[in-house]
């Protein structure tokens, strides 16, 4: 999935806590997002950022459907 598409499955998401996984709790949904999809658009195709686009699918995963 592209990035822009990501962006815009997230976008309408009202969430404001979650639960990652058993280590990673986000406090603020919005923000997390914001600033993944920041990371990844300033570096995009550095591998070195995949983490962040990673961490955003399992965000997307996670949501109700």
């Not at 997002?33 to 658009?41: A, C, K, V």
């Amino acid at each position: 999935m592209h990035i822009s598409e990501l962006k815009i499955k997230l976008q309408s998401i009202s969430i404001k806590q979650i639960h990652l996984d058993k280590a990673t709790f986000i406090t603020d949904v919005p923000k997390f997002i914001d600033s993944h999809i920041s990371f990844l658009e300033r570096n995009s195709g550095n591998k070195k950022f995949l983490p962040y686009y990673n961490r955003l699918l399992k965000l997307l995963d996670l949501l109700p459907k």
